[in-house]
Each structure stands twice: as structure tokens, then as C-alpha cells.
């Protein structure tokens, strides 16, 4: 099955199961359309709800674009640059360029850039936060689908070493974010009051995180 937008058919894939009571249509990071319904489903009516929620879909697709786009080539504090592999040297970072030779572990380059850059932001949050609270641990690892997590008991906050590809103003509203679970560990209407009396832009920022 298949979708038509603009100059591209895009594959429709369809995932019967007997447990599923609803129809869910999702695009995923390969481009494709995923509906998950019931085995009763007919094609005659997976054709019908692709036409019927043809404008979501379409909205889907370029949502997902948008996230390839900003996804690839090389990322560093919110700047794109274009790979060029090289045998002179292990790594270095141009203008425009990375210069890298093949087999370079970049993870383990970007994970010593962090050390250092998300301690400097954490202790520059910390000491400028509104409340008193009490003094914390940085983690760092790469997760898939949070970008920071903060337990309350341990005082210990994690961040997403995906967050050094991003732009600074990123790393510091997780930071907040993470912070004001030490006040409130839920995600009540307290909680958001807090993260926008330190960070009064969050709206805005997180609707663009969810473009990465």
C-alpha cells in the first residue's frame, strides 16, 4: 500500500493485531507510514482513514523531514558541519568542516566535550536558581528517549550526551527542567511555574526540541 505526497509514493505499512482495539498511524524516522489496527480491519477502510486523515499525515511527513534534516552531518553546540574524511589526522574541527579520519569514535569526543561543557551549565543553573536546593551530581549518557533525569533521592541529574549536538539554550532548559524536579517531582501546574520563573522561554524551546 502506498501514499501519495507530492512527487512520492510512500510505503504504507499495516500492522494487524488481535490485542489492539484502535487504529494508530505513525511516521517514523525511516520515512515510512506505520498504521497499527485490528486483525478485523479491511483495506477498504485503512484506504479510507489515509484519506480522511490525509492533512495529519502529510503534517507527520514533513515533521519527520524536519528531524532528518536536523540530524544530518555532524552537530556540535547547534552548529552543522559538513564531514570531510581525512588520513592526516584523528579529528579537527574547522569553520565549517570536521576533518576526521575514518573510524574516529566521535561518541567518545563528544562525551569529553560534555564533561565539561554540561558541568560548567549545571553549576551555572544551580547558583542562579530561584530556590534553595540542595547540591546535585551530573551523569552523562546517551538515551533514546528522554534528554535528562533527575532523581530525587540520590540528588543525582542525567543528561543526554545527545544534548551537545544542540544549541546551548537546550542543554540549559533540561538543566532547569531536571533542576525543579528537586522542588517538585511531578509535572503539576507548580512544577511549570517553577520552570518558567528560571526559564521563561520553555514553551518555545520545548516545541522546538521536539523537532530533533
Request: aromatic content about 14%.
Amino acid at each position: 500500500m502506498k501514499f501519495s505526497y507530492e512527487d512520492e509514493l510512500i510505503d504504507v505499512i499495516v500492522l494487524k493485531k488481535k490485542s489492539t482495539k484502535h487504529t494508530y498511524i505513525r511516521v517514523k524516522s525511516d520515512g515510512k507510514i506505520y498504521i497499527t489496527t485490528n486483525i478485523f480491519t479491511t483495506d477498504r477502510q485503512i484506504k479510507k482513514l489515509l484519506k480522511s486523515e490525509e492533512k495529519s499525515i502529510i503534517r507527520m511527513i514533513n515533521t519527520e523531514k524536519i528531524k532528518r534534516k536536523n540530524s544530518d552531518g555532524f552537530f556540535f553546540l547547534g552548529k552543522r558541519y559538513d564531514i570531510v574524511y581525512v588520513t592526516y589526522t584523528d579529528f579537527s574541527l574547522g569553520e565549517d568542516r570536521v576533518f576526521m579520519k575514518k573510524g574516529f569514535d566521535i561518541y567518545k569526543w563528544y562525551k569529553k566535550q560534555a564533561r565539561t561543557i554540561f558541568k560548567e551549565r549545571l553549576d551555572y543553573c544551580f547558583s542562579n536558581y530561584s530556590k534553595d536546593i540542595p547540591n546535585v551530581s551530573l551523569r552523562i549518557r546517551k538515551m533514546t528517549t528522554r534528554w535528562g533525569v533527575c532523581n530525587t533521592k540520590s540528588h543525582v541529574i542525567t543528561l543526554n550526551l545527545e544534548l551537545i549536538k544542540r544549541d546551548i539554550k537546550y542543554l540549559d532548559y533540561v538543566i532547569i527542567h531536571e533542576l525543579s524536579h528537586l522542588v517538585e517531582a511531578n509535572h503539576s501546574s507548580k512544577f511549570w511555574s517553577l520552570v518558567e520563573e528560571n526559564y521563561p522561554d520553555y514553551k518555545k524551546v520545548r516545541k522546538e526540541m521536539k523537532l530533533f
